[in-house]
T-cell receptor
Framework: GAVVSQHPSWVICKSGTSVKIECRSL??????MFWYRQFPKQSLMLMAT?????????EQGVEKDKFLINHASLTLSTLTVTSAHPEDSSFYIC????????????FGPGTRLTVL | DQQVKQNSPSLSVQEGRISILNCDYT??????FLWYKKYPAEGPTFLIS?????DKNEDGRFTVFLNKSAKHLSLHIVPSQPGDSAVYFC?????????????FGTGTKLQVIP
């Protein structure tokens, strides 16, 4: 199957700082990338969808100025959590979709963000 | 509004027996259904899927059944193995502007007891 990586896998930061998370598709071109957030013992909640070269589409309730998404190339999308606060602590997972499989998204391993 | 529901948050099964995980959905626009397996602090791993035009798909020990009229699907694992212990997410997708938008259920934690 296709491989998606995320970096970093775990980040701890102070409140008020910004954190950037990278998502890369390693062996295929990802036309569309998705960013999910998972709270403990809860489902994966879609935050936003980004198509290469265009602005991301955010789900209802997700602050676009808080969670900046950039999808500058077919293999890289970044999520920047700006002015992070403790309530932003969560597990962030990206997935990538490309024409190799219409129905399947390929998930990254996730990034654990802890804001102190 | 939870469009994909997994009403059992946890399930315990003896090794060698059958595990049945259930999922219900409300959106009739969903046309593809998937099951993912997830370990803590890892991304989901694709397990098996089924198109809305089918009612059964089998892959080794895993079988997914779809009942469209009841908007219900289930994942059967037989025989269950201790390595199957994980959280299983049911997911449903619909076409959204050229790609499939996926909605996840809340997950069922499966424990297979040796």
């Amino acid at each position: 199957g296709a491989v998606v990586s995320q970096h970093p896998s775990w980040v701890i930061c102070k409140s008020g700082t910004s954190v950037k998370i990278e998502c890369r598709s390693l062996d295929f071109q990802a036309t569309t990338m998705f960013w999910y957030r998972q709270f403990p013992k809860q489902s994966l909640m879609l935050m936003a969808t980004s198509n290469e070269g265009s602005k991301a589409t955010y789900e209802q309730g997700v602050e676009k100025d808080k969670f900046l998404i950039n999808h500058a190339s077919l293999t890289l999308s970044t999520l920047t959590v700006t002015s992070a606060h403790p309530e932003d602590s969560s597990f962030y997972i990206c997935s990538a979709w490309g024409h190799i499989s219409y129905n399947e998204q390929f998930f990254g391993p996730g990034t654990r963000l802890t804001v102190l | 509004d939870q469009q994909v529901k997994q009403n059992s948050p946890s399930l315990s099964v003896q090794e060698g027996r059958i595990s049945i995980l259930n999922c219900d959905y409300t959106n009739s626009m969903f046309d593809y259904f998937l099951w993912y397996k997830k370990y803590p602090a890892e991304g989901p791993t694709f397990l098996i899927s089924i198109s809305s035009i089918k009612d059964k798909n089998e892959d080794g020990r895993f079988t997914v059944f779809l009942n469209k009229s009841a908007k219900h699907l289930s994942l059967h694992i037989v025989p269950s193995q201790p390595g199957d212990s994980a959280v299983y997410f049911c997911a449903a997708s619909e076409n959204s502007g050229g790609y499939q938008k996926v909605t996840f259920g809340t997950g069922t934690k499966l424990q297979v007891i040796p």
